[in-house]
């Protein structure tokens, strides 16, 4: 399966909303579609599981929506600390599978 | 305090071998499954391999299938990544991950360890 997020590079400006997509190349079965956020240096963090799932401590203006092939992760007011790259994930058949990420960056 | 620790990275040259562990602590490492991620300089993420909580079950990437060999010790609380016959295109920082859920796969990879580098190089 591929995952192909869009777009590749998201120009945007504190405050503003951003809208990210993931879009799977066949449907992701028990919406097993996670969304992951890598600053420079770091190891990723997972944002948001099973599709719509915010983990713990995430804040609340992080969302992620979406079924079958189609995602996405909105970040509804962005603060300076949310420019970073994310990646969705997806695992169907014993294989996960990343798309190629989507850079945020202050405009 | 939940935590991986990745260790045994370096330089080693094309078909040569290296065996990464990662040390668990702070959570029931038996009851995870278990990954290794990768990411090469400048690239993004790309799976490389899963095992079960017991063992039982173990799944590779097409790309290093035959080549690397994963394992656990559930006494010692470790994982670990054999790596042979290890090509440039395996350069790579290599990522420990836990499942956020206890014997599930695909439920979300919430704790990640902070990475070991291989550089494949002559």
């Known amino acids: 399966m591929v995952l192909t997020q869009s777009p590749g590079t998201l120009s945007l400006s504190p405050g503003e909303r951003a809208t990210l997509s993931c879009r799977a190349s066949q449907s992701v079965s028990g919406n097993y579609l996670a969304w992951y956020q890598q600053k420079p240096g770091q190891a990723p963090r997972l944002l948001i599981y099973w599709a719509s799932n915010r983990a713990t401590g995430i804040p609340d203006r992080f969302s992620g929506s979406g079924s079958g092939t189609d995602f996405t992760l909105t970040i509804s007011r962005l603060e300076p600390e949310d420019f970073a790259v994310y990646y969705c994930?997806?695992?169907?058949?014993?294989?996960?599978?990343f798309g190629q990420g989507t850079k945020l960056e202050i405009k | 305090e939940v935590q991986l620790m990745e260790s045994g990275g370096g330089l080693v040259k094309p078909g040569g071998s290296l065996r990464l562990s990662c040390a668990a602590s702070g959570f029931m490492f038996s009851s995870y499954t278990m990954n290794w991620v990768r990411q090469a300089p400048g690239k993004g993420l790309e799976w490389v391999s899963s095992i079960s909580a017991s063992s039982s079950y173990i799944y590779y990437a097409d790309s290093v299938r035959g080549r690397l060999t994963i394992s656990r010790d559930n006494v010692r609380n470790s994982l670990h990544l054999q790596m042979n016959s290890l090509r440039a295109e395996d350069t790579a920082v290599y990522f420990c991950v836990r499942e956020k859920e206890s014997h599930q796969y695909g439920s979300g990879w919430l704790v990640w360890g902070k990475g070991t580098t291989v550089i494949v190089s002559s």
């Open positions: 994930q997806q695992y169907d058949n014993s294989r996960y599978t």
